[in-house]
C-alpha cells in the first residue's frame, strides 16, 4: 500500500533498508518525524499553522496539507515508527519538472548553539546560500519520453557560481536541459512556467509579500519546491506550474520581527527569474559593476 | 578652520589626541582614511559611485556627496593625513535628532577570512543584527533647550531585543525621550517624520525598490542615517526628515545579484516603522505566535 515516492528530488531517500518518506495511493505522504526535536518541531509547526486563522488563504495554498501524524511501517523495516501525514504534492503529477530551493543566506536560527552554527555557516559559505540567498537542494528536469529526466546530482547543484544558477533556472524552462553546462537554453517554455498571472513569479510575489508583512514564523532552512509538467504544453494546456514551501524542522517563532532571512533569500530568487523573463536570450552575467575596483575588503580590518 | 563635528553618534571621534574626522565651515566632513584596506575600498566606492551613470537621480540623493581626497592635519596631531573629504551631513541643521543604524544581520561579505567572520560573527550575535537584521551604532535625541539631547551608550543601544528597538524607535519621534525605558513614548510627530510623502518611511521604502534590483553593490556594514529637527516642528515647519547611508568600508561587488542581506535588514527596518504609524499607541509586541511552541530547534541535530 505504501511506496516510494517517485519523483523525490531531495532528503534522505527510502529503499535499501534506508528511512525515507513513502506516499499511499490517495494522495499522501508520509514522512518520518527525525528523532530529535527536528521531528517534534515540524509537528508543532505544522499543527500551529494549520490551526492558525490568521494566515490568508492564498498564502496557505503554498503550503502542504497536514492530515496529522500516524504510525505506519517505516522504509527501513524498523517497525511502526511516527510519520508525519502531509499532502503528496506530486499526486497527479505526469513526468513533472521539480527544483527543490532552500531559501536564506542563513539555514541557522538566533537561538543554535556555536557547534550547530559552525556546521551550517560552513554548508552555507561552501554552497551558494551566502552570496545568492539560496541554494538548490536538487532537481530533476523533464526532457522528453525517450530521454526521461535529467536529474543532477546533489553535490554539483549546491555549489554554484550566480552564472551557474542563472542557466539552471534556465534550463529547467527550456526545451532540453542535459547537455553540457556550457550550452545555450533556449528558454522555451519561460514566459508560460515563470510568466504569466499564475506563474511561478507571480506565486514568489504574492509570497514576497506576505514575508514583508507576516512576524509570526521564521523558516529557517526551509525550501521552496517549485513544479511544472512539460508534457501539458505540448497538449496545448497551462503547464500547471506551483510553489510550495516545505521542511520546517527549523522553523522558529517571529516574535514580532519579519523573517529577513527567508525574504532577503526570495527577492535574491526573484530577481534571478524576473532576468529570464525580460532577457530570455542571455546567459551570461552582465559585468555590473566594471568601473569598481574588484573587492579590496580588508582580510582582519576591524569594522 | 577645521574643527570636531557637533552631531557625530558612531564611529571614532577626533579630540584628545583620537584620529577622528573633522568639518570645516563650507560643508565638508574630512574622514580619515582608514590606514589598511578599509580605507582604500571606501575611496574606490566613493570613486566608482560619484561616476556610475547607472544611479537614478533619486537614489543618488541619499548618499553624502564626495569631493575626492585630500591631505589635513589629523585630529590625533599625527599631521598631514589622507582624508575622505565628504559632504557634512548636519550643515545647516539645529539640534537634529539623529540615529545611526547599521543594516544587515550579516556584517562581513561572503570572502572574508574565518578570523574575519568569527569577530563579526560575534558582534552579529551579540547585537540586535542577527535577529532584527539590523542595530543601532549611535543616536541622539533632542529633547529641549533645557534638557538638551538624550545620547544613550553605544554599548547600551546595540544589543536591544525587539521591544527595546521599538521603544527607541518610538521615542526618537517623541516630545520626551530621556525617561526611563519602561515609560511610554508619546509618538507626537510621528506622522511628520516617519509618515508623509516625503517623511522617512516613503524615504525607505524608495531605497528598498532599489535595492530590489540593484546588482552592483553589496553594502557590508553600512548604516542608514536618520535626522529631523524637532524645533522646526514647534516654528509650524517640515522637520526636515532624511536618510542618507553611510560608511561603505565594506561595500564590495555586486556581480548580478541583488543585496539580499541589506535588503532583509531595510525591510525589517520598515516594517518596525510602519507599525509605529499604524499604532502610535501601543509599545508592546504583539504576542503573534501563542499558539506555536516555544523554540524546539534541535541544539545539534542535523539539518
Known amino acids: 500500500m505504501l511506496k516510494v515516492p517517485d519523483h523525490q528530488v531531495a532528503g534522505h531517500k527510502a529503499g535499501n533498508g534506508k528511512l525515507g518518506p513513502l506516499v ?8 518520518p518525524l527525525q528523532g530529535d526535536e527536528r521531528g517534534s518541531n515540524e509537528v508543532s509547526f505544522y499543527a500551529s499553522f494549520s490551526s492558525n486563522t490568521r494566515i490568508p488563504g492564498h498564502i496557505r495554498r503554498f503550503f502542504p496539507n497536514f492530515y496529522g501524524t500516524q ?3 517505516a522504509s527501513d523495516g524498523s517497525g511502526l515508527q511516527p510519520h508525519l501525514v502531509l499532502q503528496d504534492l506530486t499526486l497527479g503529477r505526469v513526468n513533472p519538472s521539480i527544483m527543490d530551493i532552500k531559501i536564506g543566506s542563513r539555514t541557522w536560527p538566533p537561538q543554535a548553539t ?4 559552525s556546521k551550517c555557516l560552513k554548508k552555507d559559505r561552501e554552497s551558494s546560500s551566502i552570496p545568492l540567498g539560496f541554494r538548490f537542494s536538487g532537481l530533476q528536469i523533464y526532457e522528453s519520453r525517450e530521454l526521461g529526466f535529467w536529474k543532477p546530482g546533489k553535490r554539483s547543484i549546491k555549489c554554484l557560481s550566480a552564472d551557474e544558477v542563472k542557466l539552471i533556472l534556465r534550463k529547467f524552462v527550456s526545451s532540453h536541459a542535459s547537455e553540457e553546462m556550457d550550452s545555450k537554453p533556449d528558454c522555451t517554455f519561460a514566459s508560460v512556467v515563470y510568466g504569466g498571472s499564475a ?3 507571480a506565486q514568489l510575489l504574492e509570497l514576497k509579500a506576505w514575508f514583508e508583512d507576516q512576524t509570526i514564523y521564521h523558516f529557517y532552512s526551509c525550501s521552496v519546491l517549485m513544479t511544472y509538467e512539460k508534457e501539458l504544453i505540448s497538449n496545448g494546456k497551462s503547464p500547471n506550474a506551483e510553489i510550495k514551501l516545505v521542511d520546517f524542522a527549523h522553523v522558529v517563532e517571529g516574535k514580532g520581527v519579519i523573517d529577513h532571512n ?3 533569500g ?3 530568487l526573484i530577481k534571478f527569474i524576473s532576468e529570464i523573463l525580460t532577457t530570455p536570450d542571455e546567459c551570461t552575467t552582465e ?3 566594471e568601473d569598481f575596483r574588484k573587492n579590496r575588503i580588508s582580510e582582519d580590518g576591524a569594522p
Chains 1, 2 share one sequence.
Open 199 to 201: 506563474g511561478i513569479l
Open 114 to 117: 556555536k557547534d550547530y552554527i
Open 287 to 289: 559585468s555590473s559593476s
Open 262 to 264: 527567508f525574504l532577503g
Open 71 to 73: 504510525l505506519v511501517e
Open 24 to 31: 499511499d495511493d490517495s494522495g499522501h505522504f508520509y514522512k
Open 266 to 268: 526570495l527577492c535574491s
